[in-house]
């Protein structure tokens, strides 16, 4: 946890933003895997650990702002639980090191929202994401699940303090980082012919664990890059192959980190992977060098797409002029995601407070309709104190192709028949985490090599 | 997957046994961690594995007895999705694997569920434990989330088959056994002073994940073994600790293994914790002797308590005579828990349908009430085809000591001055997995070491 401090300040500021009302903010419960009592690992809700830092299910807080009292509830454990669990630290206790002194028992929650409510106080609370929490909401607020409506004022201002990172808060972030660089080194040094995906997951999971941290996502490692949310491990790498390996950690406190790496199988990428590779890398170089304060992300997307138009018509696969391309979304063929994220408690940071409020504004929305920019999660001007990921790529996913061809969709700006040849390629992604300072940015962690050299030298020299 | 003429003779025979409505079966969704779109690993419910063995969120089957047909419902991938998830087989393919030839859309269940109540017919479902299942069976079922009633003739229909593992079941189980047999090796192999607990979860875990499997619960890595369910890691091992672990994977089918051992963190036990680990040891042993069918596991647990109660006699712990002892339940005192439970699809088998099917009859109920008898999750005879596990254990739990002694509880059996010497013992547990055959019993798995000259041995010969 951090200072006791840490949390009465977090908590001071949003009651003043918020104004007035109860705030109600829910902790996560177990989440059973195959019967209630074999659960998942626990993680805790990243707004209720922002604000109170409590690692424990079955919680939840009131932030009373018209009555300037904060209360958590929640149940001690019983002998009969003590004898199953041990002895552990009290949720009084652990609430006194959030500065909270008053806690009380998980049923007197319903009765504290009823008087709230009948003394005609709004009760504020996010959109809950956890099947049981949305039960959970349902009856407290006697309102039906899909008539529950979250404070927008609420997501506002927690949106306002978590997306702006303390310095405490980028320390963690660059732990999470250090330890994710080593996977990917790790990764690099492992992979070869005949080995299995999920060789490689194990090994960096090994070096996660180490570490005591764990994933902060489930790691995308796999030969077949083109295929973006892939959790399959099976495939066997042979010669020829390239490895995506899009993975991170989190830290014990939560904070994450969520990096991208692709390399070759062989010692060397051939001469057509090191042409899309270097198209790639161009982009992820020049859009970290965009970064700064009042930039909006979204033209630091648009710039990484005209670049990668331009690496693909030097390529010969697409054709025109680079920025006409990308006028038409024609770049949206190879290059589908948004260039990056959000990241700080979550992977992708606030996501279940709705990326219309942390990646967008009112005033300029999210484009939800345009293919490939409905995938650019963060697109509104950049602060000092965000903390963001850069990952460009190119993807070339057969179905899609065949799609576009089929129609012959904008053919004055893609070349069909020279595209043929890479149908099979796979994809690349090259990923690293950024924060927005006073005049720029500053890349977190120590760094990870990137480049077609830097990669190849390394695997030439540490190849296990 | 098993051959499809597996999966057309289980749902068969249910169909047979349930005799008329229409059965519904809920796969499991994904679980969100921190936001909806980061999920943990999925996890098919272990009931729709049994008898559709499909492995793929969002699904529900009907088996409409009356009309003799089966239906498995869920959506395709639209051609959105197959660019972020890559092509995959149908589920219609996967479904006809199963020998199901009939597929619709996820939305048609709502219809096809209010037709059959229309048409009176009883509509048999289980238990749900996962909350988005619960919300999702209250919707489809037009039944508020406390009024669903689950189907006690579906439970017990599924019971009769599930209890019965088949030949190819039995060879899942004991992949699972071999693989976990090899991670207790390990775990032995390197534990030492100095170490964190986390590192040997970390290694198990890269040892399982190196075949593919995946722990089947969150292993217990203790130095602790005295807090029966403890999943903190962060303990620094000691010289003249023992380390207790209860760790097992399950197979890429879902089948599970359940494995504990314990050792010292030297070279070898103290004289001490031989003492005890004797008595543990031996109960272990005879206990397993007893398995045949015909037996009720109640009297074999009963039979382990006496044992263990008779060894703490001899130790001065205990006083009186053992059957006697037992017989007002101050055996509990050390062995608080059951001496075993079904395992199969689930480590601990169908615990979702109800411990009072799974594990008892109710002509021959459970005891709910007694301490320690409370917790013994099998109590019913054996039949051939059972796969359960024997752990029988002694912990010496200070807050429950303390609790006994300030009532002098017992104290006709209890030495609560000879115990004073043990109050930071800890907690010693042996367990194995066994098939209940024709005559008898088989260990499931290659065999692991166990006695005290075992291990001791082992780890002189193989410390890493």
Redesign the interface.
């Known amino acids: 946890m951090f200072s006791t401090e840490t949390y009465q300040n977090r908590r001071k500021t949003l009651q003043q933003n918020v104004k007035e009302g109860v705030i109600l903010l829910l902790g996560?419960s177990e989440?059973?895997?195959?019967?209630?009592?074999?659960?998942?690992?626990f993680?805790q809700?990243?707004s209720f650990l922002y604000y109170f830092g409590i690692q424990e299910p079955k919680l939840a807080a009131i932030i009373d702002v018209d009555q300037e009292k904060t209360i958590v509830f929640g149940d001690e454990l019983n002998?009969d639980q003590?004898?199953?669990?041990?002895?552990q630290e009290t949720i009084q206790a652990k609430a006194e090191k959030a500065g909270v002194t008053e806690t009380r028992g998980f049923s007197e929650l319903e009765e504290y929202l009823k008087k709230a409510k009948n003394q005609e106080r709004k009760i504020h609370f996010l959109p809950p994401?956890?099947?049981?929490n949305?039960?959970l909401l349902s009856k407290l607020l006697k309102t039906s699940?899909d008539s529950l409506e979250p404070s927008v004022e609420l997501i506002k201002a927690i949106i306002s303090q978590r997306e702006i990172k303390e310095e405490q808060e980028v320390e963690q972030i660059q732990q999470a980082v250090n330890i994710s660089n080593q996977m990917h080194l790790l990764a690099m040094q492992m992979a070869k012919s005949g080995m299995?995906e999920?060789?490689l997951?194990?090994?960096i999971?090994?070096l996660a664990?180490?570490h005591?941290a764990r994933f902060s996502?489930?790691p995308i490692i796999t030969k077949?890059g083109?295929?973006?949310?892939?959790?399959?491990?099976?495939n066997t790498l042979k010669s020829g192959d390239m490895v995506l390996n899009d993975s991170g950690v989190e830290t014990a406190m939560g904070y994450a980190g969520d990096l991208t790496r692709t390399f070759p199988v062989d010692a060397k990428f051939t001469a057509k992977q090191k042409a899309v590779y270097n198209i790639v890398h161009r982009a992820f170089k020049e859009s970290q060098s965009l970064l700064k304060p009042g930039v909006a992300f979204k033209e630091v997307h648009r710039s990484a797409a005209v670049l990668i138009a331009q690496g693909l018509i030097d390529l010969g696969v697409m054709k025109g002029t680079a920025e006409e391309a990308v006028h038409h979304n024609a770049h949206t063929l190879f290059f589908?995601t948004g260039l990056g994220h959000m990241m700080g408690?979550?992977?992708?940071d606030m996501?279940?407070l709705g990326e219309e409020y942390v990646g967008y504004t009112e005033d300029d929305p999210k484009d939800t309709k345009t293919f490939g920019w409905k995938s650019l999660r963060l697109g509104k001007s950049l602060k000092k104190g965000f903390v963001l990921t850069v990952e460009p790529g190119i993807y070339f996913?057969?179905?899609?192709i065949d799609?576009w061809q089929a129609e012959n969709r904008l053919k004055d700006f893609i070349d069909y028949e020279e595209l043929s040849k890479y149908r099979n390629f796979g994809g690349i992604r090259i990923e690293d985490n950024f924060l927005i300072t006073d005049e720029g940015h500053q890349l977190l962690g120590d760094g990870l090599i990137s480049s077609v050299d830097e990669i190849e030298d390394f695997r030439a020299k540490h190849l296990i």
Request: a negative charge; zero cysteines.
């Open positions: 996560n989440s059973p895997i195959n019967f209630e009592d074999n659960p998942y690992p993680r809700d990243s002998i003590i004898v199953w669990m041990g002895i994401y956890q099947p049981g949305k039960m699940i299995k999920f060789e997951v194990s090994a999971q090994k664990n180490d005591h996502y489930q077949d083109q295929i973006l949310h892939n959790h399959y491990y099976g589908q408690l979550d992977v992708h996501e279940d996913i057969p179905q899609l799609m």
